[in-house]
Structure formats: structure tokens, C-alpha cells
């Protein structure tokens, strides 16, 4: 069994960083539907109106709607008519991330940097103008069709973007405690999760902070492998998982199969009181995995002393796990779609800078019953 814990802020003094990241700007979904996507996300998890594009706005082809929630941004983006990429994307994934939009101080240099490392051009630098500022942008490939997008915003003190306008709406649900994008994960095919490593190694100049192999993230049935790449400073993170070889289908595989290819797992989102946050979802409609009471009995032997109560994390189905430098709670959505693919965590770090790998097997049991269900194990 390898499970190594390095610290990016250590790994930083020693390289020049040729990709300064200053987190995550954005996550762009690409959706069948982005009018009643926003209502979900507004409704279901809080977030508020913040921006508009489409034919309003002198944008033809699409929608898009702007949400926030302190630094969370998504931008939920559906075609208006046939033909395009956007429909193709949607006709062969369902709705999905198509873009983890990253903050940087320079997105010329950003795409020169990867660019000439190997990343391939997926927006070449453009400077979008308006009365606010403007906007550098620029995007690489990676896995499958999702991409990166450099945004540069220095200069800008507009609501969003260019092309786009405020969105002012009647109807403001109270927020639920999210704060930002942890970190966003990615299922990649059989034996593609080195070369991803070394894409974000190389490409990018993040570091593999931590490394899952199939007898850590097993159970009966099915296996997956994981490696998590973090930029220098740590604020990006991205995991990177592939199947591994099981009795049955593996979670990775379905997802793969559902997905019609690689993409993006989940999205874990940081709050500050999961307790609430999660009460609050769950009043809304949102649901989660359930794990069983039999996990309750035993975590607190496993994770020692924690701060809250173990009743409503066990009436939630909130996971604990520990690492060398505190504790983390975490739990995580159902698929947010038909498609069993998309789903959300939701995190609370008390120290801990893991990934809570004493929870896999708990966690693995419970979508396997869920897997079952659909007929997929
Ligand atoms: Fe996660």
C-alpha cells in the first residue's frame, strides 16, 4: 500500500512556478436546459443571480447564467439552437463540466507556458472589452472534452464578463454555506491516470500530493485507483482517478460508459459548518448517499475526539476521517442527473489537507447499492 503526503507550500520554494494559480475563477456546465438548471442550483443550493448572456446580449448561439455563493462561481451555458459544439457536447454527455476556469495574473502567459510544454490550444489569448475593463482569456485541452480556461482580471471591475449583463431576479434564496471549489475530480480511462499525472506534472507544474492504489480504494467488487495534483501553492487540486480491475463494474467504469468518456467526477465545495450546510440541502431536495448506521458505531475509534456531535452527522450521513494534521467531514450527492455521472461533495477541512481515504470503503459500499439499483454492478 503507497499513500504519500507531501506539501505543495514546501514543494514551491524549490521550483520556479511557471503557472502561478490564483484559484478557481469558475465552473462552466454545459446543460440541456441552463434557465432551469439556475433555478436548481438557486433553489436547491443556494447560490445567487449574479449574470446573464445570450441573444439579449448580442450572444447568438447560447445562454449562459452566472450564480455565485462567496467564491463559488458556475456558469450554467445551454445552446439555443442545433449544430454547435455546445449540443454536440450535451447530446454525448448529458449536461457536465466543460470548463474548470482557473484565476491568473497573466492568461498570455499562462497558455504560452502550456502550450509550449504540450498542452493543446483550446483558446488562443483574446482581450474581451467593455465599459468595465476588460478580460484576457485563454484555455487548454485537457482529459476528454473539458478544458481550462486562463481568466485574467486584473483589469476589470465589471459584474462578470464582457457580454454579459447583471442578473437581477425576484426570486434570492438564502445561501447554504458554500464557500469555494476544494478541489474537482477527474475520471479518466484504463491506464490513462499516469499520463494525466504527468500532463499536470509537466504541462501545468503541479505536484502528485497524494497517491490511492486499488488496495486502498477497493472493496468486494470493484476497485479504483487515484492520484491527487496540486499547484504550488495549493489552492488548485485535482484528482485524477482510473478504474481498477474488480469482480464487477467499477464506479469509474460506469461513469465512463454513461459519460460516453472521460470528464469530471466531482466538485467538492468548502463550507464552514457542514452540520448546517447539509441540513439546509437536504430541507431543499438535495440528496446524498446514505451510509449505514454500522459506520457510526465505529468511526469515532478509528478518528479519535472530533468537535461536533456524532448524532446529526450520523442523522446527515456526514463522513469523518483523520490525517497527521487534523480531521475532515465530508459527504457526497447522488448524481445530479439521469446520467450516473456528475456529483457533488461537501467538505469542512479542521485541519486536515487529505481526502478521506479511512471513508473509501464506506463510501464505495454505498454507491455500489446504488449502482446495483440502476442495474450497473
Ligand atoms: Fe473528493
Redesign the pocket.
Known amino acids: 500500500m503507497e499513500t504519500t503526503l507531501l506539501q505543495p507550500d514546501l514543494i514551491r520554494e524549490t521550483n520556479a512556478d511557471f503557472l502561478p494559480l490564483e484559484g478557481t475563477d469558475y465552473v462552466e456546465f454545459y446543460v440541456g436546459n441552463a434557465k432551469q438548471a439556475a433555478h436548481y442550483y438557486k433553489t436547491a443550493f443556494g447560490f445567487q443571480s449574479l449574470a446573464y448572456a445570450g441573444p439579449e446580449t448580442g450572444v447568438k448561439d447560447k445562454a449562459s447564467y452566472v450564480i455565485r455563493q462567496n467564491k463559488l462561481t458556475f456558469v450554467l451555458t445551454t445552446p439555443v439552437k442545433a449544430n454547435n459544439e455546445i449540443a454536440d457536447h450535451i447530446y454525448k454527455h448529458g449536461d457536465g463540466v466543460k470548463v474548470i476556469a482557473l484565476k491568473v495574473d497573466d492568461a498570455t502567459s499562462a497558455w504560452e507556458e502550456t502550450t509550449k510544454r504540450g498542452a493543446k490550444s483550446y483558446i488562443t489569448p483574446k482581450t474581451l472589452r467593455d465599459d468595465s475593463g476588460e478580460i484576457v482569456m485563454s484555455g487548454i485541452h485537457i482529459y476528454g472534452d473539458t478544458v481550462h480556461v486562463f481568466i485574467e482580471r486584473k483589469n476589470y471591475n465589471g459584474v462578470f464578463m464582457p457580454c454579459y449583463r447583471e442578473w437581477k431576479s425576484d426570486y434570492n434564496p438564502a445561501e447554504t454555506g458554500l464557500l469555494y471549489v476544494d478541489?474537482c475530480?477527474g475520471n479518466v480511462g484504463w491506464n490513462q491516470m499516469n499520463p494525466w499525472v504527468k500532463f499536470y506534472e509537466e504541462v501545468m507544474g503541479f505536484r502528485n500530493i497524494l497517491t490511492f492504489d486499488d488496495k486502498d480504494i477497493s472493496t468486494e467488487y470493484s476497485a479504483l485507483m487515484s492520484k491527487v495534483m496540486s499547484n504550488g501553492n495549493g489552492f488548485v487540486k485535482f484528482?485524477i482517478n482510473e478504474p481498477a480491475e474488480g469482480k464487477k463494474k467499477s464506479q469509474v467504469e460506469e461513469y465512463l460508459e454513461f459519460y460516453d468518456g472521460e470528464g469530471v467526477q466531482?466538485v467538492?465545495i468548502a463550507t464552514n459548518n457542514i452540520i448546517e450546510t447539509v441540513t439546509e440541502l437536504q430541507k431543499r431536495g438535495v440528496e446524498f448517499l446514505k451510509i449505514p448506521a454500522s459506520y457510526y458505531a465505529e468511526v469515532l475509534d478509528r478518528v479519535g475526539h472530533i468537535d461536533e456531535d456524532l448524532k446529526p452527522l450520523s442523522e446527515l450521513g456526514i463522513l469523518i476521517d483523520r490525517d497527521d494534521e487534523g480531521y475532515l467531514l465530508?459527504i457526497f450527492s447522488k448524481p445530479v442527473e439521469d446520467r450516473p455521472t456528475l456529483f457533488f461533495?461537501i467538505?469542512q477541512r479542521k485541519g486536515a489537507k487529505s481526502?478521506?481515504k479511512g471513508n473509501f470503503k464506506a463510501l464505495f459500499e454505498a454507491i455500489e447499492r446504488e449502482q446495483a439499483e440502476r442495474g450497473n454492478l
Request: aromatic share 10%.
Open positions: 478541489h475530480v484528482p466531482h467538492a465530508q461533495e467538505i481526502f478521506g
